[in-house]
């Protein structure tokens, strides 16, 4: 076959695959069009564009590193290439990175100076840019911080005679007051602060005196329940309890992390965890995610949501709360839950764990960034983050880990996955995803896992999504974020 007869043969076929990637991106199966650009590229890698459209895949997938690393290569083959900078910009821009993003949308510009998109999105990420400066200029050094908590007098709010919601009666926090307000946010109604801010100072309370690594005790002939991510789908939380009961001592629940952002009932979720929580320490625990923290809610929605569902004091005392958060647990000292995953080292014992000095935001390295951001890998060994933060470690790592602290099993969170749940390392490892339709797109089902003691196999219960009111996920997010979405 001759030279240019060949060339075209493989130009053929890798553009067949990139319609059958694009077609796949169109239905929202973002891993198959993650597999077919691949093919596309095998065949011709050469092309920007499928570099470019691989990246825009991983984007919506999460996977902000691998989405900066395929942009790149886009830009090095052809430096002129607009989609290229465009692409990483946004990827950076999902990680907070600002400035780099600022770099990106600058060049898009430059590109394209009559495009009137590509100037809406950099006047709205020159304001981003700004207002992080405007911020670092005036922030306290961490040492200096007063506590907002401290500043708080729930007693002293009134509570309007025209309120008609739920009320706490006194200080304690009861079954009936949870039902009550659960029902008041079904039907859209809003907590009166004075008991929003009574549930988020009582739980402050609590968690401060918790460990970053607890054990869980779970009696012979009981039952425990983990759930995964809820991402603020207040309606899927509800069916989660409908299908498997409301939180009591009976009917103990581990929530293992990112509870807000995302979905647009973020606060309906927090302050209904939390007050399980108050109503009852042993019926409800919870972990810290990756989303619990200032960097995330401030892009991701939760910031702009308790702006608008209660004041600016909440967003600081959530802050603050949430660096309260344990970071792990451990149930009958042989299930291990946390919500990201292991370490780049190995080593690590449970007493480390324990050491954290959590009551800070994460950090971009480290035992607590790798608990809050790491993903397992089917190849053994470890390998870079498809996020950009933390690290992606093999059933080697998994099956040395569980050795080294005699445990049988690892349970975490933080990836989407079709079926709700997935089985990894030679079943050693369980991500649970509890989000059913994540961001109302995903098709995935939710899933938790009730755990039978004494020998606590694993029983996975499997859920799709109910209708919730016509709210879209992200609506409070960050104008400049919501133009990628």
């Not at 910031?303 to 958060?325: H, T």
């Not at 339709?437 to 755990?451: E, L, P, S």
Request: aromatic share 10%; proline share 5%; glycine share 6%.
């Amino acid at each position: 076959m001759p030279p240019n007869m060949a060339t075209e043969n493989s130009t053929n076929r890798a553009e067949e695959f990139k319609l059958l990637a694009n077609e796949a991106f169109k239905a929202h199966k973002y891993s198959q069009s993650i597999d077919l650009y691949t093919k596309a590229i095998e065949v011709n890698e050469g092309n920007a564009v499928y570099w470019a459209n691989r990246a825009f895949a991983h984007t919506k997938l999460e996977e902000y590193g691998s989405a900066i690393q395929d942009a790149t290569r886009a830009i090095e083959i052809d430096p002129k290439y607009s989609k290229g900078y465009y692409r990483r910009g946004a990827a950076h821009l999902a990680m907070g990175k600002f400035k780099d993003a600022l770099k990106d949308f600058q060049q898009v510009k430059r590109i394209c100076p009559n495009d009137p998109d590509a100037t809406k999105k950099l006047k709205e990420c020159e304001k981003a840019v700004m207002k992080l400066k405007f911020e670092e200029a005036i922030s306290v050094p961490t040492s200096e911080k007063r506590s907002i908590a401290d500043s708080i007098d729930y007693h002293t709010i009134d509570v309007e005679p025209q309120y008609s919601g739920a009320r706490i009666e006194g200080d304690v926090v009861t079954l009936d007051f949870v039902k009550n307000m659960m029902e008041d946010f079904k039907k859209q109604k809003f907590l009166h602060k004075r008991y929003a801010f009574q549930i988020v100072l009582q739980i402050r309370d609590l968690m401060r005196e918790l460990p970053s690594l607890v054990d869980i005790k779970v009696p012979a002939g009981k039952h425990f329940t983990v759930c995964g991510d809820v991402h603020g789908q207040f309606y899927d939380l509800i069916n989660i309890f409908e299908l498997n009961g409301l939180p009591s001592e009976d009917n103990p629940y581990l929530f293992n992390g990112d509870f807000v952002d995302r979905g647009s009932f973020s606060v309906e979720v927090i302050l209904t965890l939390f007050a399980f929580k108050c109503m009852s320490p042993s019926a409800i625990h919870l972990s810290r995610g990756n989303h619990e923290s200032k960097s995330m809610n401030k892009i991701y929605g939760f910031e702009g949501e308790v702006r608008s569902k209660l004041n600016d004091i909440f967003v600081e005392l959530f802050a603050e709360v949430f660096c309260c958060l344990p970071l792990a647990h451990v149930i009958n000292q042989k299930v291990f839950v946390v919500h990201g995953g292991l370490f780049s080292v190995d080593g690590v014992k449970l007493s480390d764990i324990r050491a954290i000095d959590r009551f800070c935001e994460p950090p971009e390295e480290g035992l607590m960034c790798e608990l809050l951001w790491s993903d397992p890998q089917p190849q053994l060994g470890r390998g870079p983050s498809k996020r950009g933060v933390g690290l992606s470690f093999g059933g080697d790592v998994t099956k040395r880990f569980l050795q080294d602290n005699n445990l049988d099993l690892v349970v975490r969170s933080h990836e989407v996955k079709d079926e709700g749940y997935e089985i990894e390392h030679d079943g050693k490892l369980i991500t649970v995803f509890s989000a059913p339709n994540y961001c109302d797109q995903m098709g995935n089902k939710g899933a938790f896992i009730r755990f039978e003691a004494p020998d606590l196999k694993p029983n996975i219960v499997t859920f799709s999504a109910v209708a919730h009111p016509d709210v879209k996920p992200m609506a409070y997010a960050s104008n400049f974020l919501r133009m990628f979405s």
